[in-house]
């Protein structure tokens, strides 16, 4: 499975995270999903994750809501 690794700002902070996922490619929108669900997923709020069916936009304003920005993937060739 193809490595992506996500640098980004949480908090201002930086941080990146290798993600071992089945597809090719990983867009921006999709970062931030699992961006959201790797330091969200656990908690008993499930108002911090998208809908299910919440578009590119609306998941990315949903992580810049909750602290994350400049969302870089690197993904293989």
Do not use: K, N
């Given at each position: 499975m193809p490595l992506?690794?996500?640098?980004?700002?949480?908090?201002q902070n930086p941080r990146s995270?290798?993600?071992d996922l089945a597809t090719a490619h990983l867009s921006a929108d999709q970062a931030?999903?699992?961006?959201?669900?790797?330091?969200?997923g656990?908690?008993?709020n499930s108002l911090n994750m998208p809908n299910a069916d919440a578009s590119p936009d609306e998941?990315?304003?949903?992580?810049q809501l909750?602290?994350?920005s400049d969302i870089e993937i690197q993904s293989p060739a």
């Open positions: 992506h690794t996500v640098s980004y700002l949480f908090e995270h290798t993600f931030a999903m699992h961006l959201i669900q790797l330091h969200f656990d908690s008993e998941v990315m304003r949903q992580a909750l602290g994350f």
